[in-house]
């Protein structure tokens, strides 16, 4: 059984880093070809892709948020790891971790959600 | 990326057929046979119910399929029953090598 966990804080303050943490069951990070997003929804609006990374530890990103994300994965502990730097008001939204694979290019499991919320 | 363009909202009877339509450029949604359709109750995380324009995981219901033509693809819902009420979103891999979601649209079943 497919499962994806997201952990992380609930409320950070504007300019603080966030780290946002998806722990995996029921596959490996380590098999070829799986692989991890995370995609974002603000309240009462749209999804929004952020980034990926792979087995083979390839990596891609939103082209708006590129220069604040940073993706990464212990195998190890079945985590994929995002951290979103200089965190506004703008980015209060829930967080989602999906599975993804090499050659698909659709989520087809997801985790549950954490909200963040970004307030002084 | 801008975000595609989808309806913000379609209604239907039950047992009524409704269409939703997400409209891409030919960098995403033209370019590419990967266009996928999510669905999300409130307070729920989203659920794949097609993927590759037209293909349906195991165990999503036959009543839910998908087209596309040029940069426009499309949900339809036949034999529309009270539970398909929910926010529909689609995405489609892009030239970026990213990801691009729709604006979503709300199902409102009469």
């Known amino acids: 059984q497919v499962t994806l966990k997201e952990s992380g804080p609930v409320l950070v303050k504007p300019t603080e880093t966030l780290t946002l943490t998806c722990t995996v069951s029921g596959f490996s990070l380590s098999n070829a070809r799986m692989g991890v997003s995370w995609i974002r929804q603000p309240p009462g609006k749209a999804l929004e892709w952020l980034a990926h990374?792979?087995?083979?530890?390839?990596?891609s990103y939103s082209t708006s948020l590129k220069s604040r994300l940073t993706i990464s994965k212990d195998t190890s502990k079945s985590q994929v790891v995002l951290t979103m730097t200089n965190m506004d008001p703008v980015d209060t939204a829930t967080y989602y971790c999906a599975r993804i694979r090499w050659g698909q290019y659709y989520f087809d499991y997801w985790g549950q959600g954490t909200l963040v919320t970004v307030s002084s | 990326q801008s975000a595609l363009t989808q309806p913000a909202s379609v209604s239907g009877s039950p047992g009524q057929s409704i269409t939703i339509s997400c409209t891409g450029t030919?960098?995403?949604?033209?370019?590419?046979?990967?266009v996928s359709w999510y669905q999300q109750h409130p307070g729920k995380a989203p659920k794949l119910m097609i993927y590759?324009?037209?293909n349906r995981p195991s165990g999503v219901s036959n009543r839910f399929s998908g087209s596309k033509s040029g940069n426009t693809a499309s949900l339809t819902i036949s034999g529309l029953q009270a539970e398909d009420e929910a926010d529909y979103y689609c995405s489609s891999y892009t030239s970026s090598s990213s990801y691009v979601f729709g604006t979503g649209t709300k199902v409102t079943v009469l």
């Open positions: 590759d324009v037209s």
């Open positions: 990374i792979f087995s083979n530890d390839e990596k």
């Open positions: 030919s960098s995403d949604v033209g370019g590419y046979n990967y």
